[in-house]
T-cell receptor
Framework: NAGVTQTPKFRVLKTGQSMTLLCAQD?????MYWYRQDPGMGLRLIHY???????AKGEVPDGYNVSRLKKQNFLLGLESAAPSQTSVYFC???????????????FGPGTRLTVT | DAKTTQPTSMDCAEGRAANLPCNHS???????VYWYRQIHSQGPQYIIH???NNETNEMASLIITEDRKSSTLILPHATLRDTAVYYC??????????FGKGTMLLVSP
């Protein structure tokens, strides 16, 4: 039981390049989340999904897109990376609670992204 | 969500109980108290949560005062691997999970 895994662990991009971060969970969780964590800004929700084929915007969605084609995977895309997107990205998953977000979330190890 | 206040840092000797306090004096009736921790360079880890009653799981115990204005997270036998930043959050289910500054717990041999 691997829990939540993220690939890659580290990445350096040049401004304007694109990339996709992959999150996978093997706990059969309905909900999945993408966060970014920056010094002094804490944890901020980018997008989340309450089920396969559904996505919703979080606090800071601009510049990111997501897809949830399979229940166990949640992809975060950066179409045209900017230095402001330098951050640590965490994926999380949880059981569902109807329409309300669940706060008992299980996090992956993170992806450290630098955009130069 | 109610504002929470935690000490910036705490020390604990290995094998002793670590008692981490949290003040949430403006908490409303439908807000739960959640605790997470984040070990350096790792993802956040859910620990425990509660509404009114004290809670215990395999990781920790959560003691919530009767007036719900404060709580204490107890790690009964702290180990070096418990060194982390601990976050206390009050949430009602209609906002997103976010962390404040938390308490840096240093467990020493």
């Amino acid at each position: 039981n691997a829990g939540v895994t993220q690939t890659p662990k580290f990445r350096v991009l040049k401004t304007g390049q694109s990339m996709t971060l992959l999150c996978a969970q093997d706990m059969n969780h309905e909900y999945m989340y993408w966060y970014r964590q920056d010094p002094g800004m804490g944890l901020r929700l980018i997008h989340y999904s309450v089920g396969e084929g559904t996505t919703a915007k979080g606090e800071v969605p601009d510049g990111y897109n997501v897809s949830r084609l399979k229940k166990q995977n949640f992809l975060l895309g950066l179409e045209s990376a900017a230095p402001s997107q330098t951050s640590v990205y965490f994926c999380a998953s949880s059981y569902g609670q109807g329409l309300r977000l669940s706060y008992e979330q299980y996090f992956g190890p993170g992806t450290r992204l630098t955009v130069t | 969500d109610a504002k929470t206040t935690q000490p910036t840092s705490m020390d604990c000797a290995e094998g002793r109980a670590a008692n981490l306090p949290c003040n949430h004096s403006t908490i409303s009736g439908n807000e739960y108290v959640y605790w997470y921790r984040q070990i350096h360079s790792q993802g956040p880890q859910y620990i425990i949560h509660g509404l009114k009653n004290n809670e215990t799981n395999e990781m920790a115990s959560l003691i919530i005062t009767e007036d719900r204005k404060s709580s204490t997270l107890i790690l009964p036998h702290a180990t070096l691997r418990d060194t982390a930043v601990y976050y206390c959050i009050a949430l009602s289910g209609y906002s997103t999970l976010t962390f404040g500054k938390g308490t840096m717990l240093l467990v020493s041999p």
